[in-house]
Nanobody, 121 residues
């Protein structure tokens, strides 16, 4: 059973930065693509970024150029570096170990518990 634990959320001012971490319980990056989702109050959960087992990355337009997804295979950890944060980035952020096929990321049942990011002055 794969377990994912997110950390790194918090309160940050607009224009600030945060780095989220998602630690996996085992070495899964050769099997799964990894995605970061977020869910704001009253909104559906949306895919923000993903990284394939081969290391290719993809971002939703609203965060492209501001967020960077990366991973450390030795630490079984995926990161989401967030810069130039905006109020609309406020959400609970979740990581998922999913599947990549035909340019699409599909989530699996393996979710972390989420970490709150609040962007406010």
């Amino acid at each position: 059973q794969v377990q994912l634990v997110e950390s790194g959320g918090g309160l940050v001012q607009p224009g600030g930065s945060l780095r989220l971490s998602c630690a996996a319980s085992e070495n899964i990056f050769s099997i799964f693509a990894m995605g970061w989702y977020r869910q704001a109050p009253g909104k559906q959960r949306e895919l923000v970024a993903f990284i394939t087992s081969g290391g290719s990355t993809n971002y939703v337009d609203s965060v492209a150029g501001r967020f960077t997804i990366s991973r450390d295979n030795a630490k079984n950890t995926v990161y989401l570096q967030m810069k130039s944060l905006k109020a609309e980035d406020t959400a609970v952020y979740y990581c998922n170990a999913g599947y990549y096929s035909s340019s699409y990321f599909s989530p699996s049942r393996y979710w972390g518990q989420g970490t709150q990011v609040t962007v406010s002055s």
